[in-house]
């Protein structure tokens, strides 16, 4: 399984960014993906998750009304829309895939079993 995350950058306070994982190896329909980030000095956080049996989508309190998570399945992609950047949403953002995540686990990165690489985002104040 492979996880390619993309579309970071340097962004001004209040501004937007669309991140993409795309997957290659599993059908993003049928696991459970999720967005996490990591700020210096700081642990992995969730940030938001589709889950896989009916594709209902989580968030951490931090980012709802502003983050949309959401997926293609023809190009087997999943997205991070970032609307109203702030600066503490500076870090670096990684997708997980996950194939027997239980909804209680949904907000752990340890039960996603693959990782992408990260993507950088920096939100200049």
């Known amino acids: 399984v492979q996880l390619q995350a993309s579309g970071g950058g340097l962004v001004q306070t209040g501004g937007s960014l669309r991140l993409s994982c795309v997957a290659s190896?599993?059908?993003?329909?049928?696991?459970?993906m999720g967005w996490f980030r990591q700020a210096p000095g700081k642990e992995r956080e969730f940030v938001a998750a589709?889950?896989?049996?009916?594709?209902?989508?989580y968030y951490a309190d931090s980012v709802k009304g502003r983050f949309t998570i959401s997926r293609d399945n023809a190009k087997n992609t999943v997205y991070l829309q970032m609307n109203s950047l702030k600066p503490e949403d500076t870090a670096v953002y990684y997708c997980?895939?996950?194939?027997?995540?239980?909804?209680?686990?949904?907000?752990?990165?340890?039960?996603?079993?693959?990782w992408g690489q990260g993507t950088q985002v920096t939100v200049s104040s």
């Open positions: 997980g895939i996950g194939s027997r995540i239980i909804l209680s686990s949904i907000r752990s990165s340890s039960a996603y079993d693959y």
């Open positions: 190896g599993r059908t993003v329909s049928s696991y459970t």
């Open positions: 589709l889950f896989r049996s009916g594709g209902s989508s």
